[in-house]
């Protein structure tokens, strides 16, 4: 089956800039999450999403971050406007169901933001 | 150990060794766990989890050990192959009473393997 899909790849924008990032679960998962990935660090959860609604939102920066998932398939992700610190790869991952009920996660290549 | 920022534990093996990964989780709510494999330039891939109410899971070449006394989680991996060089993370699940659980990930361990 086909994997988790994102778009673009790399991205290098400078402060203050915006930019969204694109992602296309697999086909069939409910559960979409989006992660930050700081270079040397794991993963971190900014927001999940149920289908169109979101779950949990509790580490996702609101007033510059903003994601969406309009039909309950694709989402994009996007900050406006964007800070130094904002540089890593973020990565989306789909699930069956809710990550609580053991489903596996799978995730995409991931984006790799640039912030100069 | 514990490490910050870039600076992440590593392992190097040769090639046929056994490795050991190990990982301390904070949260003695967890109940779930994952291990991931990460190369270079990809997303993290599954390799086996375990829940909380069991200690031992084998998978191919694989196992994880979970001691929720001390809170530590760790990864063998058999006879470990130049293929398996990645960045290994453990997560831990915690629901919350909810059925969505949240993954908190670790910070990662370098594995090197020599040909």
């Known amino acids: 089956e086909a994997g988790v899909a994102q778009s673009p790849r790399y991205k290098i924008i400078e402060k203050r800039q915006s930019v969204a990032f694109w992602c296309n679960p697999i086909?069939?998962?409910?559960?979409l999450y989006w992660y930050q990935q700081i270079l040397g660090q794991g993963p971190k959860l900014l927001i999940q999403?149920?289908?169109?609604?979101?779950?949990?939102d509790s580490q996702l920066p609101k007033d510059r971050f903003s994601a969406e998932r309009l039909k309950g398939v694709d989402s994009t992700l996007k900050i406006q406007p964007a800070k130094l610190e904002d540089s890593a790869v973020y990565l989306c991952?789909?699930?069956?169901?809710?990550?609580?009920?053991?489903?596996?996660?799978?995730f995409g290549p991931g984006t790799r933001l640039t912030v100069t | 150990g514990e490490s910050v920022g870039l600076h992440l534990p590593t392992l190097s093996v040769q090639e046929g060794d056994n490795s050991i990964i190990n990982c301390a989780y904070s949260?003695?709510?967890?109940?779930?766990f994952i291990w991931y494999k990460q190369e270079s330039g990809k997303g993290p891939q599954f390799i086996i989890d375990?829940?909380?109410?069991?200690d031992k899971r084998q998978g191919q070449r694989v196992t994880v050990l979970l001691n929720k006394t001390v809170k530590h989680l760790s990864l063998q991996i058999a006879a470990t192959q130049p293929g398996d060089s990645a960045v290994y993370f453990c997560?831990?699940?915690?629901?919350?009473?909810?059925?969505?659980?949240?993954?908190?990930f670790g910070q990662g361990t370098i594995l090197t393997v020599h040909p």
């Open positions: 991952a789909s699930s069956w169901a809710g990550g609580g009920t053991g489903y596996e996660q799978y």
């Open positions: 086909s069939g998962h409910a559960t």
């Open positions: 999403f149920q289908n169109n609604g979101v779950v949990d």
């Open positions: 949260n003695s709510a967890s109940d779930y």
């Open positions: 375990i829940r909380s109410n069991m």
């Open positions: 997560a831990e699940n915690t629901s919350g009473g909810t059925s969505y659980g949240k993954l908190t």
